[in-house]
């Protein structure tokens, strides 16, 4: 069936290097797509979203990339902190989720782990 | 803290035992969301709420669950006759209807074990 998978399951990188997350999906229908951080024991946060009718968006530190035409989306974090370890999930939703519900579509997530 | 708040955070009961968890969603915010998540994957959808009206509800709630939303504010998710396969994170979100963005607030979750 239709899912949203992400290319890498762990992640380490050198506090103050920048890190990218990828992540594929497969539903030609989505148009809206969210990353969220997830620390132990916590429910996930909002990082960004993106529409499909964009191509980048970006935030503090934070920037997400959108190719439509391989259906992937990355997750750029600038100058990557201790305090950005965590798992992270890429999600999907389109009008067509649940009737309507726009309920979201989850990948496994990558851990990313900064070593200071 | 994301302004959406569960209760309570930790669970443990017995196998056979009914289980009840609340979800206080941001104030402004019309939908409210109950999802699941299981060791080492992302969260499940499981049902869906659009002020008071549950509109969409998941394969995965199976007879056993049932959730509510009786003035279009707070929700509860009840479990009955809990089995050992209902350990988990229980995540509520909630979003605002209208413009073009969807992005889901979600709760710290209520984490259950069964026993």
């Known amino acids: 069936g239709e899912s949203v998978g992400l290319h890498l399951p762990t992640l380490s990188v050198q506090e103050g290097d920048n890190s990218i997350i990828n992540c594929a999906y497969s539903n030609s229908a989505s148009d809206y797509f969210i990353w969220y951080k997830q620390e132990s024991g916590k429910g996930p946060q909002f990082i960004i979203d993106?529409?499909?009718?964009?191509d980048k968006r970006q935030g503090q530190r934070v920037t997400v990339l959108l190719n439509k035409t391989v259906k992937h989306l990355s997750l750029q974090i600038a100058a990557t902190q201790p305090g950005d370890s965590a798992v992270y999930f890429c999600a999907e939703t389109s009008p067509y989720s649940g009737a309507g519900s726009y309920q979201l579509t989850f990948g496994k997530g990558t851990k990313l782990s900064v070593i200071p | 803290d994301t302004g959406v708040s569960q209760d309570p955070r930790h669970k443990i009961t017995k196998r056979g035992q009914n289980v009840t968890f609340r979800c206080d969603p941001i104030s402004e915010h019309n939908r409210l969301y109950w999802y699941r998540q299981t060791l080492g994957q992302g969260p499940e959808f499981l049902t869906y709420?659009?002020?008071?009206?549950?509109?969409?509800k998941s394969r995965l709630l199976s007879d056993r669950f049932s959730a509510e939303r009786p003035k279009g504010s707070f929700s509860t998710l009840e479990i009955q006759r809990t089995e050992q396969g209902d350990s988990a994170m229980y995540l509520c979100?909630?979003?605002?209807?209208?413009?073009?963005?969807?992005?889901?607030?979600f709760g710290p979750g209520t984490r259950l074990t069964v026993t």
């Open positions: 709420f659009q002020n008071e009206a549950q509109l969409e």
């Open positions: 979100a909630s979003s605002l209807i209208g413009g073009d963005r969807y992005e889901q607030y």
């Open positions: 993106i529409r499909s009718n964009m």
